[in-house]
């Protein structure tokens, strides 16, 4: 039958193990997703039509571009704390802070009342790293707020905070706060999420469709102006990328998950890596992959076995979509060659095992997608949805290629997996492709030059206002 989520946990507990015997310790430390040339060129456009900043930057060698928050104290908001790309996003935030020498303050505005492996897991990560931890509702939290010299509210939802705990000192607030928004859903758009975001001193955003969704949600639906916009775009932390161009950890690492699985080197494995759920395509993903095996039966293609791995699985969870999913691989008989991955903080391992990576999100896509440019990085070609972020990463027909949403998508997916099943060179080729974009605007010094350069106009706006 597919592979249980259940038979890996011991599994992933030997990753840091294999690392450290290819790697440095410090590559060896947990890959935190989710959720960054020598001489600088910097531009910063500003299209006031759209009040959406575009930044974008060469990778600069040094100094670090966030040098300039050292000392200073940063608040940050997460709505919760889990392995999901929000909450991780900002850990990594967090940890590019501390590593210039900012103060930085974490408080997660829900929190389950029973206690749990993942926030304990996670807080430990944080404060082993120097980021204080305090309760949302604390004294702590709002005196931090107050002195403040930046607060990041990360997610949409996390606006709730403002009001519950700050009450009247939300005006005191408001032209320091960063809003970073992820969400690309329309049930985000809600009066008591989002009221105060016109006061902020600014909005983040991952992507450029997503701004433009935002601006015209807030808009017709809410009546509702954004704040100053800014687009930035994520990158690849350091110790990612340190493993994506080892040769060595990548072999290990493909032989050892390869093994686990009882997949040969051989073998031909596709894979989505995302939280389980009816948004992230995964039941559509494995429809696509029966009818890839079907196309190559009928046309009698000689390919080597193909399998495909879903990593983000929960049976804990006992949700009805996995459940679902679960039952469609063993009515199609297809349980040999269809893996069920727990959901897991270290992606190094999957990326290194696999040959290429399916990004399905559905409706409005990925706000980025932090997985494609990870893939890439490791040079695989992606099969990603044409919606959302994505669209601003894979090049159609040079890195991967993109399909429509919904069910329109499941035949173009699965002609594509068949291409890429039959045309080693053309994986190869996009592969290499990938990885060479990534260095050229997907690394973290790419993405710590375009945060910094908001961080700086923030810090500008909440000084002048204190000053008026």
């Known amino acids: 039958m597919a592979k249980h989520s259940g038979t890996w946990i011991s599994v992933q507990k030997r990753w840091p193990v294999v690392l450290l015997a290819v790697l440095s310790a410090s590559t060896a430390f947990v890959f935190i997703r989710a959720a960054f040339n020598s001489c600088t060129n910097t531009k910063h456009f ?3 039509d759209r009040h959406v ?5 060469q990778v600069p060698n040094h100094p670090n571009p966030l040098q300039f928050m050292k ?4 608040l940050l908001v997460s709505h919760e704390l889990s392995l999901s790309g929000g909450p991780l996003l900002l850990m990594e935030l967090a940890f590019l802070l501390r590593n210039v020498g900012t103060k930085v303050v974490w408080i997660t505005n829900q929190r389950p009342t029973e206690p749990d492996e993942v926030i304990y897991s996670l807080e430990h990560k944080m404060l082993d790293r120097g980021v204080e931890v305090f309760a949302a509702k604390s004294q702590e939290a709002i005196d931090t707020a107050l002195k403040a010299d930046l607060v990041v509210l990360n997610t949409a939802v996390a606006g709730k905070w403002l009001d519950v705990v700050l009450k009247e000192n939300v005006p005191r607030v408001l032209p320091k706060v960063l809003w970073w928004i992820h969400e690309m859903r329309g049930h985000y758009f809600k009066v008591e999420y989002v009221k105060h975001l016109p006061f902020v001193a600014g909005a983040m955003i991952d992507s450029h469709i997503t701004a433009e969704y935002w601006k015209t949600r807030t808009h017709e639906r809410l009546g509702i102006a954004m704040p100053k916009t800014y687009v930035v775009h994520l990158g690849n932390s350091k110790e990612l990328m340190e493993v994506a161009e080892s040769s060595v950890a990548k072999r290990v690492l493909r ?4 093994e686990s699985l009882g997949v040969r080197n051989e073998d031909i494995v596709f894979a989505i890596i995302n939280s389980v759920s009816r948004g992230k ?6 429809r696509s992959f029966y009818e890839s095996l079907q196309l190559i039966q009928k046309k009698k293609l000689q390919v080597p076995p193909m399998h495909a791995v879903v990593v983000g699985s929960d049976m804990s969870a006992q949700t009805k979509f996995e459940t679902e999913l679960r039952s469609f691989v063993k009515d199609k008989k297809i349980e040999d060659v269809v893996h069920f991955v727990n959901k897991t903080l270290t992606v190094a391992p999957y990326l290194a095992s696999i040959d290429v990576v399916v990004q399905n999100s559905q409706a409005r896509g990925e706000c980025f997608g932090r997985i494609t440019i990870e893939a890439m990085a490791f040079q695989l070609p992606v099969l990603g ?4 972020g994505t669209m601003e990463i894979v090049v159609n027909g040079t890195t991967g290629w993109l399909h429509p949403v919904g069910k329109e998508g499941v035949m173009p997916l699965a002609e594509n ?3 890429l099943a039959t045309h080693v060179e053309k994986r190869l080729t996009m592969g290499k492709k990938g990885n060479d974009r990534v260095k050229e605007v997907f690394l973290e010094a790419h993405m710590s030059q375009r945060i ?3 961080l700086k106009d923030v810090l500008q706006k909440g000084a002048s206002h204190s000053h008026s």
Do not use: N, P
């Not at 032989?255 to 390869?258: A, D, N, T």
């Open 53 to 57: 900043t575009v930044l974008s930057s």
């Open 281 to 286: 395509g995964q039941d559509l993903f494995l």
């Open 452 to 454: 910094a350069l908001v």
């Open 255 to 258: 032989e050892h998950v390869r």
């Open 417 to 419: 997996m068949v291409k």
């Open 46 to 48: 500003e299209d006031t």
């Open 71 to 74: 000392s200073k104290l940063v």
């Open 385 to 388: 949805t044409a919606a959302g």
